[in-house]
C-alpha cells in the first residue's frame, strides 16, 4: 500500500514538472545555504553551454539597495538609490571549464523587464545562471555564488555542479545569448563607457534584432561620439567657401613695448605659455600634476594630468630629470606652444628654450636620444624648409621628436609642421607674436616683474579665432570619427575577452568572421588603413594614429569637405570658445601662489552684462571690515539703479501693503555673506532637506542707502507677519542687546528654521543664529582699509576653521569617493578583458588589484564595489588629502569690465 503511493506521487511529480527537472539534487549541490534546483546542459554549432537554477539565503536582506547599503555602513548615495545592480547576483566560475556566466534576468517567454528591476525590490530569492563551457567533456565545476547578506555585507557562497547528470536540452544557446543582452543593457556603466552599449548591440544582431525578453539600454555615455563624415559622399566643397567665425574687434591701441625674445619665434596663432627658468618649468609642472590630480580624483573625467604628461615627455624624448640637472643658467627661459590644444589626444606641441652657448642642454637632450636609440629608436636627419632638424622616431608615434637651434634658442617639438611654423616666425616669414597688438595689450596689462612671474600663460584672438573656424572644426570632427572606430576595434576585442577569459585576442579579420566586429561599419577614409595589434591591444588609423599619439590638426592636410561637413561644421555649438575673446594669466609661486588674470569676453554675451549691470564698477574696496570668526565670506556690489534691483523692488512692492510701497528704495552698493566656524558643518554631509541648511551658522549683510527707507520696509514687513499670524511664519518679540533692537522670525514645526536680523551702521545684517548676529553687533567696526576696487571677493580662512577644514574633508571625500566607484568598475572591465594596467594608481592614491576567484577589483584605499570601505576623511597621501592639508587659505578677487573680467587669485600654503 504504502509502495503505492510513492510511486503515484512520483509519477504526479514527474508529469507535474517535467522529466527535465527531475533530477534536482542529483544535478549539484550547494552549501552554506545554497542548493541546487535545477541544471541543464546544451550544445549547438560547436557552442557548449548550460543553465542552472539555484536558491540563495535571501532571508532578512532588505527591500531596497539604499537599505542594504546603510546596513552594511556604506554611503547611501552608493549605487542606485533604490534599484539594485544587476550583478549584485552572481556565479563565479572557480576554474577554466566554465567562463562568461550571466544571469538570466528574464524568463524565455517573458516579454516584460523582470520585476524587481522595475520596482526596485530585492532579487527573487530563485535566480537563473546561464553559462558557456570550454571544450570538453562535462563534469563537475565549482564556483563562488557573491549574494547580498542580511548583514548588509556581500557572501561569497561555495556552489558545486555536476553536468554529467544534467539533462540535455536545446535552445540554451539563444537562452544565453538574451542574458547577455539583458546583462549588458543593465549594467550601471560609468559615463563615458561605451563598451556595454556596444556589447548590447552586438548582442542583438546576433538575436536577429530586437528579440523578446530583452531591456532597451539605459541612457548613458558612449564614449567617442559617432560621426558619418567619413563616408558622407565626395568632398566637393572647397575650404574657402566656408565662412568662419566673425572677426572680432581690435583690442585699444596700446604703447608698444619690447616683448620678450621668445614672442618672436612664436606664430602670432598659437598660444604662448612662457615659464620664467627652467626651474619654474619644472614647479608649475609638478604643481599642475598635483593639484590636476586632485581635481580629478572628484571629476574622474579623461586622463589623469600625471599621465598626459607622462606620455608627453615620453613622445618629446624630454624627461624632466634631463632639465633637473642643469645649472640654472643654462635655460633662461622656455616656452610651451601649439595650435591644436588636445594634448589628450595627441596635438602639437613645441617647447623653447632660450640657452646660453655653454650647449648643457643640448648635451643632456643628447643623453635622452641615446637612451631612446638604445630601445631601437632611430636618429636621422631631415629639413624643414630651409631648416636643418634632427629628429628620433618610428612608426607608431609613441617616441617622435624634431630639435633644431634657432640662435639662442633651441626648439623640440613632436611635429616637424610646427618647427617649421617657428622658423617661420623667427625670420620673418609669417606674423609672431611678439609683434601683435593683442598680445602687446595683455601683456601691457599684466608685465613681466622679476620674482612676480614664474609663468605666464597667452590666449590670443587669433588662436581662439582659428579654433572656431571650418579648418580647424573639420579636422576635429575627422579625427573624431577615425577616434570612435579605433574604439569600436578595441571593444570588439573586448568582448572577445569578456566571453573568452583564456583564449588570446585574434586579429582584425578574425574578430570580424567570429561575429565580434562589421569592418564595413567602421568609419575610415578612402585612403586610410585601420590595423589592429592583438599584442598591444591598440588599434591604429594610417593617417591619424593611435588613440593618445593622434596625428595633430596641423598635419592633417584639408582643402575640400563635403555637404554634410559643411552643415555639421555651421550647425555646432561654440562652446566656451564662442563667448572668450582672449585671455592671458600671471602666475607666481611661493609660500603663496598668485594669479592675476585677463578674460575678454565677447560684448554681445548676454548673461554677462546682465551680471555687470547687477553687480555694478567696483566704486569701492570690498571688505572694510575684518571678519575674524569668518571662515568663508564673499563680498559683492550690487548696483542700485540697475534692472535686476528693479525687478528685485516690484516683487518687494507686490508683497507690500498698498500705504507701505514707496518705502522700498534702501539698497546700497556692498553685499557680504559669510560663513561662521562651527561643530554644524562637520554634520553638512548629512544634510537631506534644503530647510536644515537653517542650521549652519550664515550671516548676511546688505549695506543701506537711506536708513529711514529701511526703517520704513521693516516695519512694513513685520505688519505682514504679524497679519499673518496663522501662516507657517511666526514674528518673535524684540530683544535689546546692546542697545539695539533684534528680531527673529521663525517658522512653525515640523520646519525648523529660523532668521534674525539688525542694523548696525549702514548695514542691515541677517542670520541664522542668534549668536551669530550678537557677536556681528559686539564687534567693532574697522577702519576702511585700502585695497582693490573689485565687482566680487571671495575669501577662504582654514587657519583657523577647524570645522570647516573637517567638513571640506570629509564632502571632498564623499566626491572623489563616488567618482572612484566609476573607476573601479572601468578598472575592472580592463582587468576582466584586457588585463590589469601595469602600475596603475588613482589621483585618490587607490592601487588596483584583480582577483579573478571573486571577478573584483580591490582598491587599496576604498575597497572593492562589493566590499566599499567608506572614507570618513582623505587620505593623507592622496593627491586631494595632501592638498587639503596644505591649503591655508584662499582670496579671490574679481573686477567685471565691458570687456571682460579681470581679477585675482591668491592661494596661502603651508
Given amino acids: 500500500?504504502?509502495?503505492?503511493?510513492?510511486?503515484?506521487?512520483?509519477?504526479?511529480?514527474?508529469?507535474?514538472?517535467?522529466?527535465?527537472?527531475?533530477?534536482?539534487?542529483?544535478?549539484?549541490?550547494?552549501?552554506?545555504?545554497?542548493?541546487?534546483?535545477?541544471?541543464?546542459?546544451?550544445?549547438?554549432?560547436?557552442?557548449?553551454?548550460?543553465?542552472?537554477?539555484?536558491?540563495?539565503?535571501?532571508?532578512?536582506?532588505?527591500?531596497?539597495?539604499?537599505?542594504?547599503?546603510?546596513?552594511?555602513?556604506?554611503?547611501?548615495?552608493?549605487?542606485?538609490?533604490?534599484?539594485?545592480?544587476?550583478?549584485?547576483?552572481?556565479?563565479?566560475?572557480?576554474?577554466?571549464?566554465?567562463?562568461?556566466?550571466?544571469?538570466?534576468?528574464?524568463?524565455?517567454?517573458?516579454?516584460?523587464?523582470?520585476?524587481?528591476?522595475?520596482?526596485?525590490?530585492?532579487?527573487?530569492a530563485e535566480a537563473v545562471f546561464v553559462g558557456r563551457l570550454a571544450p570538453g567533456e562535462p563534469g563537475r565545476l565549482a564556483f563562488s555564488l557573491r549574494c547580498p547578506g542580511a548583514d548588509g555585507r556581500y557572501r561569497y557562497l561555495p556552489v558545486e555542479l555536476d553536468l554529467g547528470r544534467a539533462r540535455k536540452s536545446p535552445g540554451l544557446g539563444r537562452a544565453w545569448l538574451r542574458a547577455e543582452a539583458n546583462f549588458f543593457a543593465t549594467f550601471p556603466a560609468p559615463e563615458g563607457q561605451g563598451f556595454f552599449d556596444f556589447a548590447y548591440r552586438r548582442a542583438l544582431r546576433r538575436l536577429g534584432g530586437r528579440s523578446r525578453g530583452v531591456m532597451l539600454p539605459r541612457a548613458r555615455g558612449s564614449g567617442p561620439p559617432r560621426t558619418e563624415l567619413c563616408d558622407a559622399g565626395e568632398r566637393r566643397i572647397p575650404l574657402s567657401a566656408l565662412a568662419g567665425p566673425e572677426p572680432s574687434p581690435r583690442p585699444p591701441a596700446v604703447e608698444q613695448k619690447a616683448a620678450e625674445a621668445s614672442a618672436a619665434l612664436v606664430p602670432a596663432d598659437q598660444y604662448y605659455l612662457r615659464f620664467a627658468s627652467g626651474k619654474a618649468l619644472l614647479d608649475c609642472l609638478d604643481l599642475a600634476t598635483r593639484w590636476g590630480d586632485a581635481l580629478h580624483s572628484v571629476l574622474g573625467r579623461g586622463a589623469s594630468p600625471t599621465a598626459v604628461r607622462a606620455r608627453l615627455e615620453r613622445q618629446l624624448c624630454l624627461p624632466a630629470r634631463a632639465l633637473a640637472g642643469l645649472d640654472p643658467k643654462a635655460v633662461r627661459s622656455v616656452v610651451l606652444t601649439g595650435l591644436d590644444p588636445r594634448l589628450d589626444l595627441g596635438a602639437d606641441l613645441a617647447a623653447i628654450f632660450e640657452t646660453g652657448p655653454d650647449g648643457q642642454l643640448e648635451a643632456a637632450l643628447d643623453r635622452a636620444w641615446q637612451a631612446c636609440a638604445r630601445e631601437g629608436y632611430a636618429r636621422r636627419e631631415i629639413r624643414c624648409g630651409g631648416l636643418e632638424v634632427r629628429a628620433l622616431g618610428r612608426a607608431g608615434r609613441r617616441v617622435r621628436s624634431f630639435r633644431a637651434r634657432l640662435g639662442d634658442f633651441v626648439v623640440v617639438s613632436n611635429s616637424p609642421a610646427l618647427v617649421e611654423r617657428i622658423a617661420g616666425a623667427f625670420e620673418g616669414r609669417s606674423p609672431s607674436l611678439a609683434a601683435s597688438a593683442d598680445f602687446a595689450a595683455l601683456r601691457g596689462r599684466l608685465p613681466f616683474e622679476a620674482g612676480r612671474?614664474?609663468?605666464?600663460?597667452?590666449?590670443?584672438?587669433?588662436?581662439?579665432?582659428?579654433?572656431?573656424?571650418?579648418?580647424?572644426?573639420?579636422?576635429?570632427?575627422?579625427?573624431?570619427?577615425?577616434?570612435?572606430?579605433?574604439?569600436?576595434?578595441?571593444?570588439?576585442?573586448?568582448?572577445?575577452?569578456?566571453?573568452?577569459?583564456?583564449?588570446?585576442?585574434?586579429?582584425?579579420?578574425?574578430?570580424?568572421?567570429?561575429?565580434?566586429?562589421?569592418?564595413?561599419?567602421?568609419?575610415r577614409e578612402p585612403d586610410d588603413r585601420l590595423s589592429w595589434d592583438p599584442e598591444r591591444l591598440e588599434a591604429s588609423s594610417a593617417r591619424y594614429g593611435r588613440p593618445g599619439a593622434m596625428t595633430p590638426r596641423l598635419e592633417l592636410p584639408i582643402d575640400r569637405v563635403s555637404e554634410l561637413e559643411k552643415r555639421a561644421c555651421e550647425q555646432a555649438e561654440p562652446g566656451w570658445l564662442g563667448a572668450v575673446e582672449s585671455a592671458a594669466a600671471q602666475?607666481?609661486?611661493?609660500?603663496?601662489?598668485?594669479?592675476?588674470?585677463?578674460?575678454?569676453?565677447?560684448?554681445?554675451?548676454?548673461?554677462?552684462?546682465?551680471?555687470?549691470?547687477?553687480?555694478?564698477?567696483?566704486?569701492?574696496?570690498?571688505?572694510?571690515?575684518?571678519?575674524?570668526?569668518?571662515?568663508?565670506?564673499?563680498?559683492?556690489?550690487?548696483?542700485?539703479?540697475?534692472?535686476?534691483?528693479?525687478?528685485?523692488?516690484?516683487?518687494?512692492?507686490?508683497?507690500?501693503?498698498?500705504?507701505?510701497?514707496?518705502?522700498?528704495?534702501?539698497?546700497?552698493?556692498?553685499?557680504?555673506?559669510?560663513?561662521?566656524?562651527?561643530?554644524?558643518?562637520?554634520?553638512?554631509?548629512?544634510?537631506?532637506?534644503?530647510?536644515?541648511l537653517f542650521a549652519l551658522p550664515v550671516v548676511l549683510g546688505v549695506a543701506v542707502e537711506d536708513r529711514a527707507s529701511l526703517g520704513g520696509f521693516l516695519v512694513a514687513v513685520q505688519e505682514v507677519l504679524r497679519a499673518d499670524a496663522e501662516g507657517p511664519l511666526v514674528l518673535e518679540p524684540a530683544r535689546a542687546h546692546r542697545g539695539q533692537s533684534l528680531r527673529c522670525v521663525r517658522a512653525l514645526p515640523p520646519l525648523e528654521a529660523r532668521l534674525c536680523y539688525a542694523a548696525k551702521g549702514d548695514m542691515l545684517y541677517a542670520s541664522t543664529r542668534l549668536e551669530a548676529l550678537e557677536r556681528v553687533l559686539d564687534a567693532r567696526t574697522a577702519r576702511a582699509r585700502a585695497g582693490p576696487e573689485e565687482s566680487l571677493s571671495l575669501r577662504l580662512d582654514l587657519d583657523r576653521a577647524r570645522e570647516l577644514r573637517r567638513a571640506a574633508g570629509r564632502v571632498l571625500a564623499g566626491m572623489a569617493l563616488e567618482a572612484e566607484i566609476g573607476r573601479l568598475r572601468d578598472a575592472w572591465l580592463q582587468a576582466r578583458t584586457l588585463g590589469p594596467e601595469a602600475g596603475a594608481v588613482s589621483p585618490l592614491g587607490n592601487r588596483y588589484r584583480y582577483q579573478a576567484g571573486r571577478d573584483e577589483l580591490t582598491g587599496s584605499q576604498t575597497g572593492s564595489v562589493w566590499a566599499l570601505e567608506p572614507l570618513e576623511r582623505l587620505p593623507r597621501r592622496s593627491p586631494l588629502g595632501r592638498l587639503l592639508g596644505r591649503l591655508r587659505g584662499l582670496r579671490v578677487g574679481a573686477e567685471c569690465l565691458a570687456g571682460g573680467l579681470r581679477g585675482e587669485i591668491v592661494i596661502r600654503l603651508r
Fill in 1 to 124: 500500500m504504502l509502495g503505492g503511493r510513492r510511486v503515484a506521487l512520483c509519477v504526479a511529480f514527474a508529469i507535474g514538472l517535467g522529466p527535465g527537472w527531475l533530477p534536482r539534487a542529483a544535478a549539484g549541490r550547494g552549501r552554506a545555504g545554497v542548493s541546487v534546483q535545477a541544471v541543464e546542459r546544451g550544445e549547438a554549432g560547436g557552442e557548449r553551454t548550460f543553465r542552472v537554477r539555484l536558491r540563495w539565503p535571501a532571508e532578512g536582506v532588505p527591500d531596497y539597495y539604499r537599505d542594504f547599503l546603510q546596513l552594511g555602513k556604506a554611503p547611501a548615495w552608493f549605487g542606485p538609490r533604490d534599484e539594485w545592480p544587476p550583478d549584485a547576483l552572481m556565479l563565479i566560475p572557480q576554474g577554466r571549464d566554465a567562463f562568461c556566466v550571466l544571469r538570466q534576468l528574464v524568463d524565455d517567454e517573458s516579454d516584460s523587464p523582470p520585476i524587481w528591476r522595475s520596482t526596485g525590490s530585492r532579487p527573487p
Fill in 453 to 523: 612671474e614664474h609663468a605666464f600663460a597667452c590666449l590670443p584672438r587669433p588662436w581662439l579665432r582659428a579654433l572656431r573656424g571650418p579648418r580647424m572644426r573639420i579636422l576635429a570632427m575627422r579625427r573624431r570619427a577615425a577616434l570612435a572606430s579605433l574604439e569600436t576595434i578595441r571593444q570588439a576585442a573586448m568582448l572577445f575577452r569578456f566571453e573568452h577569459p583564456h583564449d588570446p585576442v585574434p586579429g582584425l579579420e578574425r574578430l570580424g568572421e567570429q561575429g565580434y566586429l562589421d569592418p564595413d561599419a567602421l568609419q
Fill in 587 to 692: 602666475l607666481a609661486l611661493g609660500e603663496r601662489i598668485e594669479l592675476r588674470f585677463e578674460l575678454g569676453l565677447q560684448s554681445g554675451l548676454e548673461g554677462y552684462q546682465r551680471l555687470r549691470a547687477l553687480l555694478g564698477q567696483g566704486r569701492a574696496a570690498l571688505e572694510p571690515q575684518r571678519r575674524r570668526y569668518a571662515a568663508l565670506h564673499l563680498g559683492a556690489h550690487i548696483d542700485p539703479g540697475s534692472a535686476e534691483m528693479e525687478r528685485l523692488r516690484a516683487r518687494a512692492v507686490d508683497w507690500l501693503p498698498g500705504h507701505d510701497r514707496a518705502t522700498v528704495a534702501w539698497p546700497g552698493e556692498r553685499l557680504e555673506l559669510w560663513l561662521e566656524d562651527d561643530a554644524a558643518l562637520s554634520r553638512l554631509t548629512a544634510i537631506a532637506e534644503p530647510v536644515q
